[in-house]
């Protein structure tokens, strides 16, 4: 794989990057989604376990927001690859405490 950070999916990241896979081989839908359909419950591991490895747009507290593909979710921090319109999908992890809320699809 190219484009990525430390020479291909994994390279460069604490852990390999592997804990729970690699990047999607293709971009994220290219539409963005209203956050007023997303989902309001308190975001905790079990509501976005259910995203696993599905292309999920994530909403942060700090009014961010971007196509994330989790892989991996802890007891309180979830990491997989966000995407980055200049550099494609980059590795990234987030305390669960920083979403304000989250759709998949």
């Known amino acids: 794989g190219g484009g990525f ?4 999916p994994g390279g460069g990241f604490p852990g390999g990057g592997q804990q729970g896979g690699g990047a999607p081989t ?10 007023s359909q997303a989902s309001a419950f308190a ?3 079990g ?18 927001s971007f196509w994330y593909f989790p892989t991996f979710v802890g ?4 990491a997989g690859w966000r995407w980055r ?10 305390d669960l405490r920083q979403i304000r809320s989250f759709q998949c699809f």
């Open 43 to 45: 975001v905790d591991p």
């Open 85 to 94: 319109r200049r550099w494609g999908w980059v590795y990234f992890g987030i």
């Open 26 to 35: 293709s971009p994220p839908p290219s539409f963005t989604p209203q956050e």
């Open 47 to 64: 509501g976005i376990r259910r995203c696993l490895y599905r292309y999920t747009y994530v909403w942060l507290n700090n009014g961010n």
């Open 75 to 78: 007891r309180n921090s979830v």
């Open 5 to 8: 950070p430390g020479g291909g």
